[in-house]
């Protein structure tokens, strides 16, 4: 089993949808989250980070962590094109000296 | 620039041959990355940095060799390519290894014929 798992899609939606992502973990270890977006040919880039367990939000994204479970979420709401992108959870046990474990990335499309 | 700079963008390459791949970083970051990113693996770490000659390695080392002799700089070297580590190359620096914020640069993409 992978440490993280993370469906790839591709996931389309039409614009104005509320967006789900989701990924698993299995190391309990884990208590710092992020999710980064990547869009086509370019590097990833950090959308939100969270510490343990609970809710944050930023605009129309929201990031959620259930430890308890091993899941972490994050919600788009009123999706918009723009909002096309590969979406990848990552996840780390230590804040100095353990490299992230990434997901694998949702392919997110948001038709118009 | 300020910002975090990979050369080349592209290279197409034959078997066998040996290939470096440049990242140069302006933040005076202490870590740098190098992962790499392949269809249906995602991002997989190749190796690591957490300071000038302190390198560590990753998920899928084999086959690379990395140095760090200045913070800025964190050359990625392909000794005799194989056609398996055709990819793209996505490099990246922060301040800490799991700190969260790792700054990517664009990618270079490699073909190995």
């Known amino acids: 089993q992978k440490e993280v798992e993370q469906d790839p899609g591709p996931l389309s939606v039409p614009e104005g949808a509320i967006v789900s992502l989701n990924c698993t973990y299995s190391n309990s270890a884990f208590q710092y989250f992020m999710w980064y977006r990547q869009y086509s040919r370019k590097g990833p880039e950090l959308l939100m980070y969270?510490?343990?367990?609970g809710n944050k939000e930023d605009g129309r994204f929201t990031a959620q962590v259930d430890k308890s479970s091993k899941y972490i979420s994050l919600f788009i709401r009123d999706s918009q094109p723009s909002d096309s992108a590969t979406y990848l959870c990552?996840?780390?046990?230590?804040?100095?000296?353990?490299?992230?474990?990434f997901g694998k990335g949702t392919r997110l499309s948001v038709i118009a | 620039d300020a910002g975090i700079t990979q050369s080349p963008r592209y290279k197409i390459t034959e078997t066998g041959r040996q290939v470096t791949l440049m990242c140069h970083q302006t933040?005076?970051?202490?870590?740098m990355f190098w992962y790499r990113q392949d269809l249906g693996h995602g991002l997989r770490l190749i190796y690591y940095s957490a300071a000038a000659d302190i390198t560590d390695k990753g998920e899928v080392p084999d086959g690379y060799v990395v140095s760090r002799s200045k913070t800025e700089n964190f050359p990625l070297t392909l000794e005799s390519a194989t056609r398996s580590q055709t990819s793209v190359y996505f490099c990246?620096?922060?301040?800490?290894?799991?700190?969260?914020?790792?700054?990517f640069g664009e990618g270079s993409r490699l073909t190995v014929l």
């Open positions: 969270t510490y343990s367990s």
């Open positions: 990552a996840m780390s046990a230590y804040s100095g000296n353990t490299p992230l474990v």
């Open positions: 990246a620096s922060s301040r800490g290894a799991g700190t969260g914020e790792l700054f």
């Open positions: 933040w005076s970051h202490s870590y």
